[in-house]
């Protein structure tokens, strides 16, 4: 086939899962909610992948993965952990306020 990394078998591989991964994603909710049918292509496309990269934790894992440790979410029994620390713009007074935890 002509669509895919030349000579390098593994990223193939990787590319493949995250098809693969997406794909189920996509099934899964489509399957789950009745709004689905209301949703456009690129809504259901922003949907999963915002599912499978922000509210995905692996079982068993000592961290969150990707975003989710700047996010402070934490698996069931690890330690407090220092967050990032954030500025935020206050949109009535136009200023930066921060920083927060």
Known sequence: HTTGIPHSPMGQAI???AHRSLKAMLQKQ?????????LSIHQRLWKAL???????IRENA???IL???????QTEGDSLKERAKVYVKNLQTQAWEGPWD
């Open 67 to 73: 975003l989710n440790p700047f996010l402070s979410l």
């Open 30 to 38: 489509k399957r789950g909610e009745d709004d689905e049918a209301s």
């Open 15 to 17: 590319v493949e899962h």
């Open 50 to 56: 915002h599912t499978l990269n922000h509210l995905t």
């Open 62 to 64: 000592t961290m969150p």
